[in-house]
Structure formats: structure tokens, C-alpha cells
């Protein structure tokens, strides 16, 4: 795990299942139905109780239709050890001429400001938008971990961080780090 003191708060990276962390709440990189999907929305959905978090869930879509990219929104983390889950849809990788950089820094920003205005001070993310959506890892590194240092010296939250799967993963996210902090 790689850590850094940001403001007053820290940023931190690590290789891990983001399901079983014992934060106040974990990132969803979901779609814009909140159907549960694969990859990491599909490992939230089982470990939070697929049943009680598809209800929740329904009940929102209900209300609001769909969730727009960029945009987050809450719900309780049910049999996960963190106590919310943010939902949030990043953008489809359109080979960077769709606005997807100013999209993915919304999905961020919008998480850290939901969990601010919640009083949630931990916070994981998986690597939004990286997986089906297609976006280079890399460029995703950029863009999340500038948008993780600006909340958290804005004081959004007190520690916010990036769980990734994969060893190949987490070293490319963890190199692009080195470089900015």
C-alpha cells in the first residue's frame, strides 16, 4: 500500500478487494440504471446482499430515471463492512473526444462532495470507468488521483484512496502516482 499526507488528510493506494474494507463508504462504479452489472458493480451488489441493494437501488431509478454520467448518489452498504456505497457512472472511453476527462472527474468530485455532505471522512474508490467502459488506465490515473488530492485538500474528506484488482493494474496506478505526489 502506497500513502500520502494530503492537507490534513491522506491519500492511499492498494491492491485489494474493495468489498471488504472497513470504511465509512466504497465507490460503485455503476450504471446508469444501478442494475448491477460486472466487475466490480457486480462484486458490490453480491457482497452487499444482491436482493437488498437491487431494492434500494429500484426505488431510486424509480424516482429519478436513470443516473447521469458524472453524477453520485447514496445508499446503505447493507452486508458490506462500509457503512454507504456511493454510485456513480463514468464515462465510455471514446478515445478522449467526448469530454470523457471533465465526466470522470465529475464521477470523482461528485463522490468526495456526496460524502462530505454526509459526513462520510473515508472513502474507497475502484477504478472507475477502467473496466467494460475502456478507459486507459493511465489517463484514468491522472485524472482520479488530481481529483482525489484537490478534495482532499479541500478537506471534502479525511482520507480517500484507490483499491484496484490486479497486480498490473495497481502498478500502473501506483507509478502514475509516484510521478505526481
Known amino acids: 500500500m502506497l500513502r500520502w499526507e494530503i492537507g490534513s ?21 455503476a450504471n446508469s440504471e444501478l442494475a448491477g452489472g460486472g466487475g466490480v458493480d457486480g462484486s458490490i451488489h453480491h457482497a452487499a446482499g444482491r436482493d437488498l441493494l437491487h431494492a434500494a437501488c429500484q426505488v431510486i431509478i424509480e424516482s429519478i430515471g436513470s443516473l447521469p454520467v458524472g453524477e453520485a448518489l447514496l445508499t446503505p452498504g447493507f452486508n458490506l463492512p462500509a457503512r454507504y456505497i456511493i454510485h456513480t457512472v463514468g464515462p465510455f472511453w471514446r478515445g478522449g473526444t467526448a469530454h470523457e476527462s471533465h465526466l470522470l472527474r465529475n464521477a470523482y468530485l461528485n463522490s468526495l462532495r456526496l460524502a462530505h455532505h454526509h459526513s462520510i471522512t473515508t472513502i474507497a474508490f475502484p477504478a472507475i470507468s477502467c473496466g467494460v467502459f475502456g ?9 482520479a488521483l488530481a481529483t482525489l488530492e484537490e478534495g ?6 479525511s482520507e480517500a484512496g484507490m483499491v484496484l484488482h490486479g497486480a498490473d493494474t495497481y502498478n500502473i496506478w501506483a507509478a502514475v502516482a509516484k ?3
Open 9 to 29: 488528510g491522506h491519500l492511499f493506494i492498494r491492491q485489494d478487494d474493495i468489498t471488504t474494507l472497513a470504511v465509512d463508504a466504497i465507490v460503485n462504479a
Open 135 to 143: 478507459y486507459p488506465h493511465e489517463d484514468a490515473a491522472r485524472c
Open 179 to 181: 510521478d505526481l505526489f
Open 152 to 157: 482532499l485538500a479541500a478537506g471534502l474528506v
